[in-house]
């Protein structure tokens, strides 16, 4: 989809004139636009059938209707953190809410702000994995994540001479098939600083990762960007501890989860198919903090189990 074609899509779904469209970066997965109507503007989201990001990794459209659903579902059940209004549902495109321009969680965090907002945060998510109501799982996307994360672990341990790769490859595959199943509560599936903004409170976009599974996706996740926001001087260290430490306990068999979750996420990050654009591009392959982000991620999934 061009700009041109997402202006035209809202002038016939929305009946309405329109006037420029934007591309919006920062995001890996969709292509994404503002377009101006003729009563303010609005978010065109289109749901390619790969990554915007990296064309070559196939990913299945549906997701668009995963995250048109999850949006009803938070407007029907109140959501105390503001999330985009669907206004349309077309096959695999959305017409959105444009909430504006507002510092997504890292940028605030960069800047200086408040680290409790990491604990509203953490309320709001403990607040969403139990709610009762949701039942989709997003398969489609679950068995991506499971090739495109989980299974690669082994590769990029083995290429950075980890001596235990296979076992620890071998956890992370498990997880991964773990998580291709109907899990016991609902998660947004991609809780990392993108997708939080922090204006007069939260805000959370991007829904389309959004299953019925395991906590463990949404905290480690988190957990794992926050881990390496410190380790790379970005913002305070110890702020993944404080958002699970105020998300509050977890049983033993999910509090592994997180950890083996977290370690897969910083891998994928600093060795593996999503270093590039993220904190860890340009570090050379030796030094000391991709070694030490290296160390982390496997000792992640030793402790998990």
């Known amino acids: 989809m061009t700009p041109e074609e997402a202006a ?58 995963f995250e048109a659903d999850a949006l009803r579902w938070l407007q029907d059940v109140g959501a105390a953190a503001r999330t985009p209004r669907l206004l349309d549902q077309h096959n695999d495109t959305l017409i959105l809410e444009d909430l504006g321009d507002a510092p997504d969680l890292g940028d605030y965090l960069q800047g200086g702000g408040d680290p409790a907002i990491l604990d509203e945060l953490a309320s709001f998510v403990r607040w969403l994995h139990e ?17 495109v994360q989980y299974e690669a672990v082994v590769d990029w341990l083995e290429a950075a001479d980890v001596a235990d790769a296979k076992a620890l490859g071998s956890r992370a595959v498990a997880l991964g ?14 809780l990392w600083p993108r997708s939080i903004r922090v204006r007069d409170g939260l805000e959370l976009i991007d ?8 906590r463990a996706q949404d905290l480690g996740h988190l957990a794992a960007h926050l881990w390496i926001g410190g380790h790379r001087g970005l ?33 994928i990050r600093s060795i593996g198919s999503f270093r590039s654009g993220g904190a860890y591009e340009g570090v050379p392959d030796q030094h000391p903090q991709l070694r030490e982000a290296v160390a982390m991620g496997a000792g992640l999934l030793r402790g998990g189990a």
Request: hydrophobic share 35%; charged share 25%; proline share 5%.
């Open 177 to 190: 098939r773990r998580l291709l199943a109907r899990g016991d509560c609902f998660v947004m599936g991609d």
């Open 235 to 267: 913002w305070a260290e110890g702020l993944a501890e404080r958002f699970l430490g105020s998300y509050g306990p977890l049983s033993g068999p999910d509090a592994a989860d997180v950890a083996d979750h977290m370690g897969c996420e910083i891998l």
């Open 131 to 147: 709610q009762p109501g949701h039942d989709r799982v997003n398969e489609p996307v679950q068995a991506t994540r499971l090739t």
């Open 8 to 65: 035209l899509h809202v002038a016939l779904r929305l009946q309405t004139e329109t006037g420029d469209a934007e591309e919006l970066t920062g995001g890996l997965l969709n292509y994404v636009y503002r377009v101006g109507t003729a009563d303010g503007t609005v978010v065109v989201k289109h749901a390619a059938p790969h990554l915007r990001s990296e064309p070559r990794v196939r990913l299945d459209p549906s997701r668009a209707g």
């Open 207 to 214: 829904w389309e990762l959004s299953t019925v599974g395991r």
